[in-house]
């Protein structure tokens, strides 16, 4: 059963940082392209970052510069790292994975970014 556990989002002042931590089981990730995606309230999901299993990354254009994904395979873990975070970077951070042609996401971590 693949499930993917999030954590690492929380309040944090314009300017901040923060690392988000998605822990992938259930299956051989070694192999598989992961993303973050994020949605704000009252709009459409949208996609963050991805990295290859050879870890090619992929940023959406307004976070090229300030977010990088990266991921440690003997941990199962993908990482978001945020660097200079605006209000318009609130919203819930989730992890996704297709495996078997199904798409896996985990539950959401809330980053909250005050002016």
């Known amino acids: 059963q693949v499930q993917l556990v999030e954590s690492g989002g929380g309040l944090v002042q314009a300017g901040g940082s923060l690392r988000l931590s998605c822990a992938a089981s259930?299956?051989?990730?070694?192999?598989?392209?992961m993303d973050w995606y994020r949605q704000a309230p009252g709009k459409q999901r949208e996609l963050v970052a991805s990295i290859t299993g050879g870890g090619s990354t992929n940023y959406a254009d307004s976070m090229k510069g300030r977010f990088t994904i990266s991921r440690d395979n003997a941990k199962n873990t993908v990482y978001l790292h945020m660097n200079n975070l605006n209000p318009e970077d609130t919203a819930v951070y989730y992890c996704h994975v297709i495996v078997a042609y199904l798409n896996y996401w985990g539950q959401g971590t809330q980053v909250t970014v005050s002016s």
């Open positions: 259930g299956s051989r990730f070694g192999s598989k392209t």
